[in-house]
């Protein structure tokens, strides 16, 4: 009996990551088939046993997430998270390879080889968030998301396996965030289909048009005229910011994508600064660009799950909230 109860005692610690009203409804019933399928003399949950059920209480709490949201405005504001993160690296790897850059100087009679497009590293930094944006542009939420995973792998573990002190850059530390993002904002609501729906295609191509300039103003070597030498670009890019900034205050689902770009903000200020002013923020430790937006994520997902269970009804007799 003792052995029975140690196994019985484990198998509910497991049982424990399920939903309250998933276990309330099929918790006997799952402890039963565990028990009924276990040895005489077991004392430990089988290793697949324990994985299965930790899947099947994560699907659970995952599926739930988007109807648990206190209010419509989070699932939209996760849903143009979809579709604008895509942009913004898209725009990034323009400027990190100067492949913009070079048709500038092209049109404007100075034209260059991007030899280094031949290079291996260029490819995920490019045409991975290429792939992402068309995807998004399309309205085919999963695979936006495994194409924004997979984008952040093939661009950042290089960097991390060639030298750890990549970390501290800004730069890196702005892809590990914004890839992540832009796979949960697709997961977890209607997707980029209803972040069209919402922008409208002049809404995207302005959004398009502002990421790539300021991306090219943060780096591009064409805007190097006297008009654009410092503090020009941080003035132009702060007032960019600034007016985003105030456009997504004046609704609801705007604060909500304003709180949730924030995350990547830390990383993306320590990035700026190190390109608009080699001296700026040089002795930031590169933990804390990760280790800030992290605090960050973790406060604002505490925030989100306070608010839910404050405005959460309680569900009818018999009822599965988790679905």
Do not use: N
């Amino acid at each position: 009996m003792s052995e029975v109860s140690a196994l019985e005692r484990r198998y509910r610690w497991l049982i424990a990551a399920y939903p309250p009203g998933h276990r309330r409804i099929h918790g006997d019933e799952m402890m039963g088939v565990l028990l009924a399928s276990a040895r005489p003399s077991q004392r430990w949950p089988r290793l697949a046993d324990a994985a299965d059920l930790m899947l099947g209480a994560l699907l659970l709490r995952v599926r739930a997430l988007p109807r648990q949201a206190p209010d419509p405005a989070w699932r939209d504001a996760l849903a143009l998270l979809s579709l604008i993160v895509p942009i913004l690296m898209l725009a990034d790897g323009l400027a990190t390879t100067d492949l913009l850059g070079i048709a500038i100087r092209t049109v404007a009679g100075h034209p260059a080889t991007p030899f280094w497009l031949a290079y291996p590293w260029v490819w995920p930094v490019i045409f991975g968030p290429a792939l992402m944006t068309l995807l998004a542009l399309l309205g085919l939420r999963r695979s936006t998301a495994l194409a924004a995973l997979a984008v952040t792998v093939t661009s950042v573990v290089p960097d991390v396996m060639t030298s750890a002190s990549y970390l501290a850059s800004g730069h890196t530390a702005l892809r590990i965030f914004l890839g992540p993002l832009a796979a949960v904002g697709a997961l977890l609501s209607p997707g980029p289909r209803r972040a069209r729906e919402i922008l409208r295609w002049p809404g995207v191509a302005a959004i398009g048009a502002g990421a790539i300039g300021l991306a090219e103003l943060s780096k591009g070597p064409e805007f190097d005229i006297p008009l654009m030498r410092w503090p020009t670009p941080w003035l132009v890019i702060a007032a960019v910011l600034a007016l985003t900034a105030g456009a997504c205050m004046l609704s609801r689902t705007g604060r909500r994508l304003l709180m949730i770009l924030a995350m990547p903000g830390v990383a993306y200020a320590s990035y700026l600064g190190r390109a608009l002013e080699p001296g700026w923020s040089r002795d930031l430790p590169g933990v804390t660009v990760l280790l800030l937006p992290t605090g960050l994520a973790i406060g604002e997902i505490v925030a989100l799950v306070a608010a839910r269970r404050r405005r959460r009804p309680m569900p009818p007799p018999g009822a599965d909230p988790a679905g």
